[in-house]
Structures are given as structure tokens and as C-alpha cells.
């Protein structure tokens, strides 16, 4: 069944502070239409510019990923991001009246919360998956970075980190499918080191930062208080201790896992990977990450996408066909010059892959521009229509004893001429289950792994023979 596009069901308002500014910020999250994807708008900019989430638009990973476009500026953006793209919201416009997104607790469960309590509606558009066909690796041998992508079915994410450090040491974390974030991701924290705190206070690099909305990992024993008062002052808290051996978190923080650390930079992950601005298929396994390798990671995938589409979709008509033209004869009512397929090349539980071979020795071509000879546009709906009249008399016994008819032809795109000699490749899913005989399909022509015609299509299918 074909899957679709999501958005909110209605808006959603967050107030907070942002970690690296110290700004007051209120975030409003509005439904978007099909195909919008994510942005951000700076509403307290006079332009009001539009900044859209992509990973060409990054400008900064330092201590986050910030986003700059149109003359606006918006920090700190993957929280936020994770959680859109993990509870499967496709198309969202998110409003600040402040540079910073909030930091609330550190994580992203304040706005996967807000989006379970909102939730979602369907949308007309299909989600456009970016599958991976072959691995993906990218490696920063100096820093030790390194990613790699490997097609899954689903979208997975491994993740290991090493800090060589008492406190951290080596951590590693896995997401196995995206329904898994919202319980076992989202709650995990940002964290920062003891070593490294005193320097971002000092130069106003967390301005908005407190112990309620980070975890501060303690790497050495014997912290003398007059340090931690210094600390206190910078941060504005009073009465910072240790965990009892010395080695651990600022005032005994409760790690919501083991790991979290290691869960966290998954987080960051999934919310920098959002930006390629497509739901993916595919195993994500990153070894020491951070938002710097993550960025570059997410515009060498979204660069193999557009690459991708360039080089179109590929059928293998090499293999031996599920149906060839005398099966279909058994099938189909249709005999020349009607019968406008001529082999089946696979069909799935909720798909099917057709073939129609363009030649010059058709009838129509007798009267249809000719000098000029183009395949008409209603032959190919109605080729299409037989590949979806298959697919359902695929299902039923005795096929021969029915047809389907036409109920409803709906969003018909022709997108490039199709003449003599081209090989047309009809490839169309469910997009509802068969109930009493209907059957609603839609899909895509392709010549040359390019699209040449949409459409979606209901059908009757009918018996109207006896033995």
C-alpha cells in the first residue's frame, strides 16, 4: 500500500530558552501542505525570511547545527528536526520569534510529547523514500570520524562513541526502527564535560545552559569546591556537588539510560539526517559522530539522491516475466488492437510492474500526428489500466470469467512524449485495500528509468461470464 505524506493536525506552541544564546524564544509548529517539508520562519525579522531545513543551508556545527537563508539565522535546529522526522511528520513550518530553538530539557521529548497530544492526518502526496541501493561511506581519518550507510528496509541507526574518557568511555547505541525513538531515544540528553564547561560559560557559549537541561559529565576525582563555587557563579546555581566516587555527573544527575550519551548523539543524528529533507531506508552506522560529520554525511546522501534521480529507475527486464502475452490473453478480455500489454514482470502484495513495447506497426499511428508519431495519452492511461486490471484479476479465481472497468481516473500528469520504440514500464501500488470488488491503484510510466506519465486509477471488478 502506498504510503503517504503526514502533517499535524493542528499547531503546536513551545516556550523556552536557547542553550547557546540565553534568548526567551517561543516556537509555534504549523501543518504544512504536501510536499512543503520543513522550515523555519524568523518571525520577529522584519522579511520574516523563510529558512528551509537542508544540510546546503547549514552554516555552523559548532555546539549545533544552525541554519542560515534569506538573511535569517536559526540555531540549534536537530532536536526539534529528530523529532518531526522520527514521529513521521513530512511537511512542517516552524516559527520563532528569536535566533534559537528552545532547549527545553536537553532532548527531544518536549516536541515528540507536543506531537502525540496533536497528532497527525494523512496526506495526498506519497512520502518519497530515498532507498539505498549500494553502501555509502564517508570517513574523516583525522578525526576519526566515520559513517556508513548500507540498504535496509528500514531505517536503522547505529552509533558508537568514544571520548577516551573514565566517565564515558566507549558507548554504544541502536535505534532498529524509527517507532523506536519516541521510547527509546527522545528522552536523552545533550552533554557536556566538566573540563569543558567552564570555558563555553566564561565565553558566553551557554548562556541558556543549566543543569536542567544537560548533563554534565564529571572525568576526574578530588573536585575541589572552590572550583565548583566558580562553577556555581558562572552558571547562576548554588551547592554543586559529586556523585559519591568523584567520577560521574554534577548534582548526582539520573541518567535516563546507561548510554545516554551515546542515545543522544543517535538523536543528533536523526535530526541532522532530516535534513536531506527525505524518510529513509537504510542502515546508518556512525562511529564517533558529531554534528560537523553528520552534516557532511547527510549532503554526500542527499547528493547520491540527486544522482539517483538522474539516473532513474531501474527495472530489470533481463529476467524471465511473471506473465508473458499468451498468459495475459488468459487474463484480459483485451485482443488487438486493444491489448496494450504485453508481459508482467512482477506483482507483490500490494504492487505491479507491467511492460508495453512502443512499435511503429500500431494502428494509430496510421492517423496520430503523422510525420511526428507520439504515443497518445489515453492508450497509455488505458495500458496503465490493464496492468492494474491484471493486478486484481491476479487475486480472484478463474480470472478469465472477469473484468474491471473504469470508475475514476484522478490526477493524471503526462511529463515527457513516449514514441516508437520506447519501452514503457508501468509500476503501480495499491493505494487502499480491494474492498467489494474496488480496487484503487496509482502509479508511474517510466522510459529510460524516467517518468512519463502518473496517474491514479478506480476500478470495478466485475464477473460477468459463467462456465
Not at 573536585?223 to 560521574?248: H, Y
Not at 529533507?277 to 560529520?293: S, T, V, Y
Amino acid at each position: 500500500m502506498a504510503d503517504k505524506q503526514h502533517t499535524l493536525k493542528g499547531e503546536i506552541t513551545l516556550s523556552g530558552v536557547g542553550l547557546h544564546t540565553g534568548e526567551n524564544v517561543n516556537l509555534t509548529i504549523y501543518p504544512a501542505p504536501d510536499n512543503h517539508g520543513y522550515k523555519f520562519q524568523r518571525i520577529d525579522l522584519e522579511e520574516k525570511p523563510l529558512i528551509k531545513a537542508d544540510p546546503d543551508n547549514v552554516v555552523s556545527t559548532a555546539r549545533g547545527t544552525t541554519l542560515e537563508q534569506n538573511g535569517g539565522k536559526v540555531y540549534t535546529t536537530e532536536h526539534v528536526l529528530a523529532a518531526l522526522y522520527a514521529m513521521q511528520v513530512d511537511n512542517a513550518l516552524i516559527t520563532l520569534d528569536a535566533p534559537e530553538v528552545p532547549i527545553m530539557d536537553g532532548s527531544s521529548y518536549p516536541f515528540v510529547a507536543a506531537i502525540e497530544k496533536t497528532g497527525l492526518i494523512e496526506q495526498d502526496a506519497e512520502r518519497n523514500y530515498l532507498v539505498l541501493e549500494e553502501n555509502i561511506k564517508w570517513e574523516d581519518a583525522e578525526k576519526g570520524i566515520e559513517f556508513l550507510a548500507i540498504p535496509d528496509k528500514l531505517y536503522r541507526v547505529t552509533v558508537m562513541v568514544d571520548y577516551n574518557s573514565p566517565v564515558l568511555g566507549t558507548q554504544h547505541a541502536s535505534m532498529y526502527s524509527i517507532k523506536d525513538f519516541a521510547t527509546e531515544i527522545a528522552k536523552c540528553r545533550t552533554f557536556v564535560f566538566l573540563r569543558e564547561l567552564e570555558y563555553l560559560a566564561m565565553n558566553d557559549l551557554i548562556k541558556g545552559g543549566n543543569l536542567d537541561n544537560a548533563i554534565v559529565l564529571i572525568e576526574r576525582e578530588n573536585i575541589k569546591q572552590e572550583e565548583l563555587d566558580r562553577l556555581a557563579k558562572l552558571l547562576g546555581k548554588e551547592d554543586l556537588s559529586v556523585t559519591v566516587d568523584g567520577i560521574g555527573t554534577l548534582n548526582h544527575t539520573k541518567m535516563h539510560f546507561e548510554n545516554e550519551p551515546a542515545r543522544h548523539k543517535l538523536l543528533d543524528i536523526v535530526g541532522d539526517l532530516a535534513l536531506i529533507g527525505r524518510p529513509i531506508k537504510g542502515h546508518i552506522l556512525a562511529a564517533r559522530p558529531g554534528h560537523g560529520g553528520n552534516v557532511r554525511f547527510a549532503k554526500l546522501l542527499k547528493e547520491h539522491a540527486r544522482k539517483m534521480e538522474k539516473k532513474g529507475k531501474f527495472f530489470d527486464l533481463e529476467k524471465t516475466p511473471l506473465y508473458d502475452i499468451v498468459a495475459i490473453e488468459k487474463m484480459l478480455p483485451h485482443r488487438y488492437p486493444f491489448l496494450l500489454v504485453d508481459k508482467i514482470m512482477e506483482i507483490t502484495d500490494d504492487g505491479i510492474v507491467g511492460v508495453k513495447n512502443v512499435t511503429m506497426n500500431e494502428p494509430q499511428f496510421t492517423g496520430h500526428f503523422p510525420g511526428n508519431p507520439i504515443f497518445p495519452g489515453v492508450l497509455q492511461i488505458e495500458a496503465m489500466a490493464q496492468v492494474g486490471g491484471i493486478f486484481a484479476l491476479d487475486k480472484v479465481e478463474d480470472p478469465h470469467l472477469y473484468s474491471t472497468y473504469f470508475m475514476k481516473i484522478d490526477k493524471v500528469k503526462f511529463k515527457s512524449m513516449v514514441r516508437p520504440g520506447d519501452t514503457i514500464i508501468f509500476d503501480l501500488k495499491l493505494l487502499s485495500p480491494i474492498r467489494r470488488g474496488l480496487v484503487n491503484m496509482g502509479g508511474s510510466a517510466y522510459v529510460n528509468g524516467k517518468v512519463v506519465m502518473e496517474a491514479e486509477m478506480l476500478a470495478s471488478v466485475v464477473k460477468d461470464k459463467t462456465e
